[in-house]
């Protein structure tokens, strides 16, 4: 599980095949958080997402690759990336208490310039003039989403920009493990390293859940968390980022679905129009990035 497999047609649709999966169960994870923290503790529902993700991942994983559960070539990253996790889902489950599911899904699809931006910074990655106009494209279609000064801004949403800050480094650090560490012991040491930072904070503020769906609800969703990040892990071993990129923003569908079918929600145009400016400059620079790879 240590290498990557040949880059071929049949291993790229079995990436995307898995990425597609990864976009429902995340979009289904931020849907039911949405729901339980407008009754329950942030940090409380965080610490049970997680929690719940980690049992899941014990039972099933453990099994069949016993020890490599616990084999880490990189223990101080898999430490870092546990505890990157725990802090952006408490910003996005904290954002959306007060936003609508297509508002953190549209920013968070700022993350592939945010990658191109700290590529250039921290890896000294050269970006020509096109893609540096993607870059300045793209943060302009954020900020039609924010919409800084208007009365349609909300605090919660600087949340949601800095959950997409560090998203793109816990996905660069991501690609950067895939290569080495099997992907169960990557989301479930990251699942661990957040359900035990956050045991204290989420104990002190408990609150029994009242009825025996939220209980459903919050397993659902540590289902879903475990399940996604567990398909993105591999899916990342199948197909480069170029290659599955695009096929990430399917989420922005299931987000607006959800937010209409389960809260009545649906976006404005300002969103609309920030979230298709964002995904074009993101789809720009992904598919430059994997013209550079084909020639």
């Known amino acids: 599980m240590s290498q990557l497999f040949t880059d071929n047609p049949r291993h790229r649709r079995i990436g995307i095949a898995l990425v597609t999966v990864t976009t429902l169960m995340f979009a ?17 529902v965080v610490w049970m997402r997680f929690l ?35 802090t952006m889902t408490a910003l996005n489950f904290w954002a959306l208490q007060y936003l609508q599911l297509a508002e953190t899904g549209a920013m968070q699809f700022s993350v592939p310039i945010l990658i191109a931006l700290l ?3 921290w890896l000294g990655e050269r970006l020509d003039a096109k893609r540096w106009a993607a870059i300045a494209v793209g943060f302009a279609g954020v900020l039609v989403i924010i919409r800084p000064g208007s009365q349609g801004f909300h605090p919660a949403i600087l949340l ?4 997409a800050v560090l998203y793109a480094l816990f996905n660069m650090m991501t690609r950067y493990l895939a290569s080495s560490e099997n992907p169960a012991t990557t989301q479930m040491t990251s699942a661990v390293v957040a359900t035990l930072v956050l045991t204290p904070f989420a104990l002190w503020q408990w609150q029994t859940p009242a009825t025996h769906l939220e209980w459903f609800i919050m397993a659902l969703a540590g289902l879903c968390g475990g399940i996604g990040h567990y398909f993105v892990a591999v899916a990342q071993r199948y197909a480069t980022a170029a290659v599955l990129g695009p096929f990430l923003y399917q989420q922005i569908i299931y987000m607006c679905l959800f937010g209409w079918l389960v809260f009545g929600q649906m976006p404005d145009l300002a969103v609309v129009l920030g979230a298709c400016v964002v995904v074009a400059s993101g789809l720009y620079l992904l598919w430059r990035e994997f013209q550079s790879t084909t020639t």
């Open 160 to 163: 949601s920009a800095l959950n």
């Open 28 to 44: 289904t994870l931020d849907a039911s958080a949405k729901w339980l923290v407008l009754s329950l503790p942030v940090l409380q």
């Open 52 to 86: 719940t993700h980690s049992l899941l991942s014990i039972a099933v994983f453990a099994p069949s690759i016993q020890g490599d559960l616990v084999r880490w070539r990189h223990p101080g990253l898999q430490f870092v990336r546990g505890l990157m996790l725990a």
């Open 119 to 121: 590529s250039a910074w």
